[in-house]
RNA sequence: GCUCUGUUGGAGAAGCGGCUUAACUCAACGCCCUCUCAAGGCGUCAUUCACGGGUUCGAAUCCCGUACAGAGUACCA
């Protein structure tokens, strides 16, 4: 057999934006191409049509751009041999192969309403019966009985006939051989009384007419995998290789869901946020993937050469943004500078500027805080800091400025200042030592009032810089 | 209930039958540096791998039960 070019895919259904888990499964998706040289689709599942909401779409695709995850086809990008890329583009060919397999005999029109339904299920219920499966009430219906139904005004869904006592048998990517038998699963529906295919048939129908040749999705598929396994088989279809990957939990314990309002879900909260893509990229990639030499931070390029499906981790992983606030960190301390300014310039603008600067004092502002931010919005927090006059002091910062020190150091610092040509760090260094030689203060007693005066606060970046960036009239102005 | 999947420290986890008196990273804590906050440096943090049996000379690692957790059980994806 000629070996197949790899193809996998991210088939979002367009009911939100880019969420964490999403963006997760299109990385591992990603990695997994391109580490085989193949091809990474992005594919539209909208057969919901009532959730889905508009600019989903785009925002999910671009958001995958800004991580990096760039598509090699896609609704922008489609290769005509493998389109449409929405599924409700082409819902007759879904028709078709439904079709197809009504003609086979396993697959058959059912009437039965969504009440009917409900009933039977209860009725199920309550007779002791545990799981439910649909009846097969409609399996041999007469043609004369379908008349009436449809003269009643129903419509049929499609129901696939679930063979007898067959074990579904494969080989996980990440779990190893597991087998359901398909005698716990119900003949279930492939196509909606609207005519759109339900998602456990589109899937079958896009990834084997997409030349998909391996999925990693995750969890919550793991049983679905039977269902859309027998699918392959009637139509005589090879499955792609599939893996499941774990679900990501916040911190109870939980599957993370898009309700779930304490930990940031969109990808573009994180964007507006200041948080890297690189860093996101490398924070998600080890989020339950590990590699075998204990490396913790990745470029892309590395994350591909390293990434091994089968070191996927099959126990649920948190979400820790403890850790994420770290790898974000990282990433700002270590971004060359020009990188550095195209990222927090935004954020330094959004503080509220007491003059205007020029762009090489923004610049050197921004430098400042390399060391210090975890993400980019905090430069803007903390600018604020120094910029927006505190009201209120509070009695420990009272106190020190009634001290002693304070009544010698304050008038002297602002004497001094007043007379300094050149307001840089070094020189306010110099005469910080000088009121020291002078004074014979020194250390908390020379710096905490001085820095409680200008900023209102007893924590913040170095006084020499807090000097810089004031300037030194706004400075003299504060004392 | 049923089906499937898991269970190593606060978190991510390594471990794949002897090298494990359980690696590494984050968090936390302590010390150093220091005007403070960060950053940085140094150090501390599981005698034990959910529990109970078994296999073996030897088990966190293999097998079986139990408990717990998660996912699925839709004309949602």
Not at 98 to 114: N, W
Not at 249 to 260: A, H, T
Not at 365 to 390: A, H, Y
Request: charged letters at 30%.
């Amino acid at each position: 057999m000629i070996s197949e070019k790899v193809r996998v895919r991210y088939a979002p259904s367009p009911t939100g934006y880019l969420h964490i888990g999403g963006a997760r499964s299109a990385l591992f998706n990603y990695l997994y191409a391109k580490k085989y040289n193949g091809d990474f689709v992005f594919r539209i599942e909208d057969t919901d049509i009532e959730r889905n909401i508009p600019g989903a779409e785009e925002s999910q695709l671009n958001d995958l751009i800004w991580l990096g995850i760039i598509p090699d086809e896609s609704t922008e990008k489609p290769n005509p041999l493998y389109g449409p890329y929405r599924q409700t583009e082409k819902l007759d060919i879904y028709k078709q192969y439904a079709q197809k397999l009504i003609d086979m005999g396993v697959a058959y029109e059912c009437y039965c309403t969504e009440d009917e339904l409900a009933q039977m299920k209860e009725e199920q219920l309550a007779n002791g019966v545990k799981s439910f499966k649909y009846d097969r009430h409609c399996l041999n219906l007469t043609e004369e009985e379908k008349e009436k139904y449809r003269k009643e005004g129903r419509k049929p869904t499609i129901r696939i006939k679930m063979s007898e006592n067959h074990v579904f048998k494969f080989n996980d990517l990440v779990r190893g051989e597991i087998s359901f038998n398909s005698n716990d699963i119900g003949d279930f529906v492939i196509m909606k009384s609207n005519g759109i295919p339900t998602y456990n048939f589109a899937v079958v129908i896009d990834d084997h007419l997409m030349k998909i040749t391996h999925v990693l999705r995750g969890e919550e598929h793991l049983s679905n995998t039977p269902k859309q396994l027998q699918i392959y088989e009637y139509f005589g279809w090879e499955p792609p290789k599939f893996g499941h990957m774990t679900i990501i939990v916040n911190p109870n314990g939980k599957k993370l869901s898009k309700r779930d309002h304490n930990i940031l879900q969109f990808m573009s909260q994180y964007r507006d946020l200041g948080y890297v893509p690189e860093a996101i990229f490398n924070f998600l990639f080890l989020l339950g993937w590990t590699s075998d030499d204990n490396r913790e931070i990745f470029t892309k390029e590395e994350a591909i050469q390293a990434f091994d499906p089968s070191r996927l981790s099959s126990s649920p992983s948190m979400f820790d943004n403890k850790r994420l606030l770290w790898t974000n960190q990282y990433y700002v301390k270590h971004m060359d500078n020009d990188k550095y300014f195209e990222f927090i310039l935004p954020f330094v603008k959004k503080a509220k500027l007491p003059k205007s600067y020029s762009d090489k004092e923004l610049k050197s502002i921004s430098l400042i805080f390399k060391n210090e931010i975890e993400t980019g919005s905090q430069i803007t927090d903390m600018l604020n800091d120094i910029f927006v006059e505190k009201e209120k002091l509070n009695e420990e910062e009272e106190q020190i400025l009634n001290s002693e020190s304070a009544k010698v150091v304050i008038p002297a610092f602002k004497e001094k200042l007043s007379k300094l040509e050149i307001i840089d760090q070094e020189h306010v260094k110099f005469l910080f030592k000088e009121i020291q030689k002078e004074t014979g203060f020194k250390g908390k007693d020379l710096y905490m009032p001085i820095r409680i005066k200008i900023t209102g606060a007893m924590h913040g970046i170095e006084m020499f810089n807090i000097i810089d960036i004031l300037g030194k009239d706004e400075t003299i102005s504060r004392l």
